[in-house]
């Protein structure tokens, strides 16, 4: 089993991320990892905080001479804020300089946060429910990336609206008819949503998405969006229906969920298929190339909690950001008065980093799930362990039914 931790303030000295469970022999490289976080950092709508930071690991341990050895890979993520911070976030000495935060930020965790732990200063919850810690899993991620790689699974994402600004042509619809080339997959997708400032793939709609953030900005005001991630090359049989807690999509669905500000996520088609009739959202199963896969993917490529063999794509949703320069009506928890919502440094928007973010953690739950069904210690034993498994496959089945 994988398991990746994180550990660190927004504001502190690194992020710190452990990663356990991969197999050795398998290529990873500092700058592979370093070209993905800066991809997090990019994006119009974006804060001053990623003008001041250039996110790249320092690799500790796991990796000798550009390969995994089988053993936990850590590494640091250095926080060049920090100098700005150090008599705020100093880790013994409590200077009398440094004002406590009394007034939560609806939207924020900032009074769940100080309820939940019995703290005294808002300060202590805002540092590690930040975003700041989505710096660390996307390193965890770019892990579980390059070793899917080996296996030819590509992972990729686009922004589908920022503001309720939608495409003019729906790509999402292409995606869960199948209407996709040969020579597409998951980071081809990327490649092209990375040309724009905003991660979309249509130019009108990146024009009409800036001059929205830009009126957001004028207002004080914090913009949400759609973000739609792919994986493609995903074999048939990852995940389970025999337990509740082995199914694909229920991991993946936690995955996405756990990005800060992510409301919501489908599968496929997800709250689409609920106004179909069953003859619209069923994918018809034939017969193509002599291997049986499905006409359409309204499911998303995951069915019965098992993956289907075609792209798995999930959708999900992101919340405008909490922290508003024309700030909404709070509480100050010292005179329990109400008073104007505090102002924090932050983005007016951040739903294209998300969109990576969510490659990151697609990523995971996918080699979690491959690694349960083809594990070995070595990359040379999972890769005969999942040829013997593919290669064999549709025989099996015909075999099976003869």
Request: proline share 2%; glycine share 8%; with cysteine.
């Amino acid at each position: 089993m994988i398991r990746f931790l994180t550990a660190g303030e927004s504001h502190g000295k690194a992020l710190t991320i452990i990663v356990d469970g991969f197999p050795s022999n398998f290529n990873l490289k500092k700058d592979y990892i370093d070209s993905h976080l800066k991809r997090r950092q990019v994006g119009y709508g974006r804060g001053v905080r990623m003008k001041i930071e250039s996110d790249a690991v320092e690799i500790i341990s796991g990796i000798r001479f550009g390969k995994t050895l089988g053993s936990p890979l850590s590494f640091t993520i250095r926080n060049s804020d920090w100098e700005n911070w150090t008599e705020r976030m100093d880790q013994e000495v409590n200077s009398k300089n440094v004002d406590k935060i009394f007034i939560p930020r609806p939207g924020h965790a900032d009074l769940t946060g100080v309820s939940k732990f019995n703290l005294d200063d808002i300060r202590n919850s805002i540092e590690r429910s930040s975003a700041r810690e989505t710096a660390a899993r996307v390193a965890a991620g770019s892990v579980a990336r390059r070793f899917l790689e080996e296996f030819g699974i590509s992972v990729g994402s686009y922004v589908e609206s920022l503001g309720g600004i939608y495409p003019e042509n729906d790509f999402f619809v292409d995606l869960l008819n199948n209407n996709l080339n040969k020579k597409f997959n998951g980071w081809s997708l990327s490649q092209h949503a990375d040309k724009s400032d905003v991660r979309v793939l249509e130019q009108t709609q990146e024009t009409r998405i800036i001059n929205k953030i830009k009126k957001a900005k004028k207002q004080g005001d914090t913009l949400g969006g759609t973000f739609v991630t792919v994986a493609t090359g995903v074999p048939v049989g990852l995940g389970s229906f025999t337990q509740y807690d082995l199914k694909l999509n229920a991991e993946i669905a936690h995955s996405i969920m756990s990005i800060n500000a992510v409301k919501g996520v489908e599968i496929g088609g997800g709250f689409i298929c609920s106004d179909l009739f069953g003859s619209e959202n069923h994918d018809e199963i034939i017969l193509k190339d002599n291997i049986l896969t499905r006409k359409t993917n309204m499911a998303g490529g995951i069915e019965g909690g098992i993956s289907t063999g075609l792209p798995v794509i999930v959708r999900g949703s992101m919340k405008p950001i909490a922290t508003l320069m024309n700030p909404l009506t709070s509480v100050d928890l010292h005179t329990m008065k109400h008073i104007e919502s505090r102002r924090e440094r932050s983005d007016f928007t951040a739903v294209p980093a998300c969109a990576v973010i969510a490659e990151s953690m697609l990523a995971w739950s996918l080699a979690k799930y491959f690694l349960i069904k083809f594990g070995g210690d070595s990359l040379e034993e999972i890769k005969d362990n999942y040829n013997s498994y593919t290669k064999k496959l549709q025989s099996r089945i015909r075999k099976n039914f003869k």
